[in-house]
């Protein structure tokens, strides 16, 4: 992991570190889950959303639920296009981000891409009090 990092800051960039993660998660290495998540969704029923989802294959919205699925089956092995799909909400106008889960790595990431934006991070009980607290206001 240090030597691919190491090589990324070598061939420009600006920064580069490792991410926990679980297995080789977005790449090719999870080619053969594909048929398997495919024949999964194809036995439940996609509705079309009430509300936009964007896919982090494609950076844009997809409601139709044949396309959700593709979606949802091609981001098995694709790359992910968060700050692509970020770039995208806040050209459309979105200005407030509520990040799920424990830790502030992707918060941290929007505030590199958009200084200005509205941050706001669910852990636990408190923190999603807090949200709950600045979204009403």
Not at 51 to 80: F, M, W, Y
Not at 88 to 98: C, E, N, P, V
Request: aromatic content about 4%; some cysteine; glycine content about 4%.
């Amino acid at each position: 992991m240090a030597a691919a990092c190491e090589l990324a800051k070598s061939n420009g960039a600006r920064k580069a570190m490792p991410l926990p993660v679980a297995g080789a998660y977005h790449s090719s290495l999870m080619a053969s889950a594909q048929p398997k998540l495919e024949a999964a969704l194809a036995a439940i029923r996609i509705e079309r959303p009430k509300v936009s989802v964007i896919a982090n294959v494609t950076a844009r919205p997809h409601e139709e639920p044949v396309d959700i699925s593709r979606r949802l089956v091609e981001q098995v092995t694709s790359p992910v296009r968060w700050e692509e799909s970020m770039r995208y909400l806040l050209a459309q106008g979105f200005s407030r981000f509520i990040e799920l889960g424990p830790g502030k790595a992707l918060s941290g990431f929007m505030k590199r891409i958009d200084a200005n934006a509205q941050l706001l991070n669910v852990a636990d009980a408190a923190s999603l009090e807090a949200t709950r607290e600045a979204l009403a206001s």
